[in-house]
């Protein structure tokens, strides 16, 4: 089972940026694709950003430009670079690894101020 640990939230203003770090309890490389997620309050979860084990990447037309996820592969870290953040992007972020299964971490708040 893979476990994954998020860091890295807070409270900004708008304009500012953010980093967030997924820790996975498993080399990358045996996971198919690793994502960003968020969910607002009263709003579905979406995806923000994927980054397949090829290093193919994909993002949501929100947040294209603005964010990037990329991986430190010897320490099994993934992470979601933000930048210009917008109050819009006030959300819980989760980190997910698919690997036959989905895995899920516990979240972690971002929170931007106008």
């Known amino acids: 089972q893979v476990q994954l640990v998020e860091s890295g939230g807070g409270l900004v203003q708008a304009g500012e940026s953010l980093t967030l770090s997924c820790a996975v309890s498993e080399s990358i490389f045996s996971i198919n694709a690793m994502a960003w997620y968020r969910q607002a309050p009263g709003k579905q979860r979406e995806l923000v950003a994927r980054l397949t084990r090829s290093g193919s990447t994909n993002y949501s037309d929100s947040v294209k430009g603005r964010f990037t996820i990329f991986r430190h592969n010897n320490k099994n870290t993934v992470f979601l670079q933000m930048s210009s953040l917008k109050p819009e992007d006030t959300a819980v972020y989760y980190c997910?690894?698919?690997?036959?299964?989905?895995?899920w971490g516990q979240g972690t708040q971002v929170t931007v101020s106008s």
């Open positions: 997910n690894a698919d690997r036959a299964a989905s895995y």
